[in-house]
């Protein structure tokens, strides 16, 4: 994806909460982006049945014609931790599996508001993006300024040297869905320069490198 100006996204897997928060607009927001992605064609891929957030964005994205790709671990599924699901179900042995898929099946990431789950899953996808193990967009949806002070405290991480520019740069955050969508195809990733000399094929030991191990982690 490097250098290119318009990245073709047909799937955007999305993290957020199973509840809904205190904030209307979160619901509303959680509905719109399903809708925006089933007027664009772009499938959705996520994690979790059919409860609040994930379940507004999942039905919204189904009902509007988009295909919806419920990526679930077993002992979830089974114990009827998250509703019922919406689309296609691919069941996983564990949470990392899952988190694994999502970036299979994903060309992008999108973040509604959630909790300790939602943030996790983020900031894996994300550190994997800044050690150049995948190459694809990240967005925060801020409906209503909830991600204002986590933008703020990687701001204050990369001023402390803790986050470079490069993965500071990770990160893209909109107001709208539609915004959002349009970011995300504009995004022109820019790796780390410690962390593309990383070679992460397996088994092919003739490419090895000595890494220059100042990459900030």
């Known amino acids: 994806m490097e250098g290119n100006s318009a990245y073709q996204i047909k799937s955007i897997c999305v993290f957020c909460g199973s509840n809904p928060g205190k904030n209307a607009k979160f619901v509303e927001a959680a ?3 399903g809708k925006v992605l089933a007027k664009q064609k772009i499938h959705l891929v996520y994690g979790g049945g059919s409860l609040r957030l994930m379940g507004c964005v999942s039905t919204a ?3 509007g014609g988009s295909q919806v790709l419920d990526i679930i671990p077993t002992a979830l599924a089974e114990g009827n931790f998250v509703g019922k699901t919406v689309g296609e179900k691919l069941r996983v042995p564990t949470i990392q599996d899952r988190i694994s898929k999502m970036l299979d099946n994903s060309d992008a990431f999108i973040t509604l ?3 300790i789950g ?5 900031f894996q996808i994300a550190s994997w993006a800044q050690l150049n193990i995948h190459h694809k967009p990240i967005g925060l949806l801020n409906i209503d300024g909830f991600f204002n002070k986590l933008l703020s405290f990687l701001d204050h991480a990369e001023e402390e040297n803790f986050i470079p520019y490069s993965a500071r740069q990770i990160f893209i955050s909109a ?3 539609e915004e959002m969508v349009d970011k995300l195809e504009d995004f022109v990733y820019k790796p780390d320069p410690v962390a593309a000399q ?3 094929s397996m088994g092919n030991s003739s490419k090895k490198r000595k890494i220059d191990l100042s990459l900030h982690l």
């Not at 939602?118 to 983020?122: A, K, P, S, V």
């Open 31 to 33: 509905n719109n982006l």
């Open 61 to 63: 994205a189904h009902v």
């Open 113 to 115: 508001p959630g909790g």
């Open 118 to 122: 939602t943030l996790e899953e983020i």
């Open 175 to 177: 107001s709208t869905a």
């Open 198 to 200: 990383i070679d992460w």
